[in-house]
């Protein structure tokens, strides 16, 4: 089945640590997205990309940085720097501008 | 940047019933999409709408685009219990690839 891999599910870490979210997705899209949720918010746009090599910072970037070497792929790191790291995080994917959004089912990071 | 918000926050209704969630936006926008997320999953896309559409159907569920309003709603027909879930709308600019969310209504859809 296509589909968009978040890995882990649940990840615990340290503050003070980097820490990286994996995203692939199969569905051969050439877009792709990473969310934030806070509780009872809606979803902040962090990064997203067009296509491989090129990526656009979106409304709270800060304290983040990703890549995309491959159309596969999008990484995502929580750096030290990112002041309230705890949420869930959502990648996502489509296949161009005004698209629909496939997502992943997200990673709960906490942060202690 | 555009923001979509849905009103009401939490909504909670019998099964069977019909389910209506609004959303209002603050400027000019490419569409307009509704998602539902349940707990503690990713978000599944329902209907897209485009600017110069009024109404869509799909299945139980009916949206509608008022641009002069800057409003749309999403209404769900006889509603089921694996109805219950939080539902976000979205905009989307003319050539973006940015889409913004609402905070989302929470329904619940009691057996």
């Known amino acids: 089945d296509g589909g968009i891999t978040q890995s882990p599910k649940y990840l615990f870490r340290k503050e003070g640590q980097n820490v990286t979210l994996s995203c692939e997705q199969n569905?051969?899209?050439?877009?792709m997205y990473w969310y934030r949720q806070d509780p009872g918010q809606g979803l902040r746009l962090i990064y997203y990309s067009q296509i491989v090599n090129d990526f656009q910072k979106g409304d709270i970037a800060e304290g983040y940085s990703v890549s995309r070497e491959k159309k596969e792929s999008f990484p995502l790191t929580v750096t030290s720097a990112q002041k309230n790291p705890t949420a869930f995080y959502l990648c996502a994917s489509s296949t161009g501008r005004n698209s629909p959004l496939h997502f992943g089912n997200g990673t709960r990071l906490t942060v202690t | 940047s555009q923001q979509g918000e849905e009103d009401p926050q939490a909504l909670s209704i019998q099964e069977g019933e019909n389910a209506t969630m609004n959303c209002s936006y603050k400027t000019s926008i490419n569409n307009l999409q509704w998602y539902r997320q349940n707990s503690g999953r990713g978000l599944v896309h329902l209907i897209l709408i485009r600017s110069n559409e009024r109404e869509k159907h799909s299945g139980r569920l009916r949206v509608t685009l008022d641009t002069s309003k800057k409003s749309s709603s999403l209404l769900i027909t006889a509603s089921r219990a694996a109805d219950t879930a939080s539902y976000f709308c979205a905009t989307g600019g003319a050539g973006s690839y940015q889409l913004t969310f609402g905070k989302g209504t929470k329904l619940s859809v009691i057996p």
């Open positions: 569905l051969n899209h050439d877009a």
